[in-house]
């Protein structure tokens, strides 16, 4: 039980960089003092107390705002950062050095008595307000998005993020991009991203689709004019005029250019107002 304790207070120092001592960890920190309670509840509850487990818990939730069932089981060095809002519910079932930050939820989809809650497998994290729903396993050393919302399984070491959540990397493995997005890409003589392949933006995604439909575009296109080429009608033949590199700007040019032309119009504003409120 207090080696518990210890590896509990010690993972602090390892996932929060405001932690200073352990003092101030064990008096004010709500997440640690909801596992305490948890690891004092669970204990009764596995004995067969379990009106005074629920007791405990329910106290333990006035005092920290964290919702722990004595029922659930909960490994080693597990950390809940802030803490406000947490709910985990009876089957749940987290394995060692997981985090969780305020207002995540680990939830059933069922009121079915059994299994219904998540299984989080060692190194979990789960982002502030995401909900982990029903008896589904997140594999090792994942990584849930804030506010996403999963109800699938999670392989090892993927990342998920949105509603409903989907996978957006794998530990080790690279999203290649579509052989479309590329070659048009290619045409145009430009880096469209200037990101990561694989990167969950939704202006990137956004620009993948738009490239993928200018290929299928482009393909399509062609085809007519040999078609038309077959049948004798050459007005395909002319070829289409080159994009420049420079007609091509990125978001982060933009930005200079906007601040550049910001600072000259301030130039100008504090010379007028130098002419206007001259000496007399």
């Known amino acids: 039980m207090f080696k518990q304790l210890r590896e509990d207070v010690a993972c602090v120092f390892e996932r929060d960089p405001a932690a200073r001592n352990t003092f101030e960890v064990l008096t004010t920190y709500p997440g640690v003092h909801a596992i305490l309670h948890y690891r004092l509840a669970n204990g009764l509850w596995r004995r067969g107390f379990k009106w005074l487990a629920r007791l405990l818990s329910t106290f333990s939730r006035w005092l920290t705002g964290i919702e722990i069932h004595p029922g659930a089981t909960i490994g080693r060095r597990f950390f809940i950062d ?13 394995g ?3 985090t969780l930050y305020h207002g995540v939820t680990l939830g059933g989809t069922s009121w079915n008595k059994g299994k219904r809650h998540p299984t989080l497998q060692d190194g979990v994290v789960v ?6 729903l029903g008896p589904i396993v997140v594999g090792k050393n994942a990584r849930i998005g804030s506010n996403a919302v999963v109800t699938k399984a999670v392989p090892e070491g993927a990342t998920v993020v949105g509603i409903p959540g989907r996978i957006v990397r794998v530990a080790g493995k690279k999203k290649p991009l579509p052989e479309g997005t590329v070659r048009m890409a290619e045409k145009l003589g430009f880096d469209a991203y200037g990101i990561a392949d694989g990167t969950p933006d939704p202006i990137a995604r956004s620009i993948h689709n738009m490239m993928d439909h200018m290929d299928a575009v482009d393909s399509k296109i062609d ?14 033949d002319d070829a289409l005029p080159q994009l420049e590199r420079e007609h091509f700007v990125s978001l982060g040019d933009l930005d200079d250019q906007q601040r550049s032309a910001g600072a000259d119009s301030a130039d ?13």
Do not use: F, W, Y
């Not at 982002?127 to 982990?132: D, E, P």
């Open 127 to 132: 982002g502030a307000g995401a909900k982990v």
């Open 223 to 236: 085809r007519m004019c040999k078609a038309l080429h077959q049948v004798g009608i050459h007005s395909c």
């Open 96 to 98: 060692d050095d997981c």
């Open 82 to 94: 802030h803490g406000m809002g947490v709910v985990i519910g009876e089957t749940a079932e987290i």
């Open 268 to 280: 100008d504003d504090m010379s007028e107002t130098s002419n206007h409120n001259g000496p007399a």
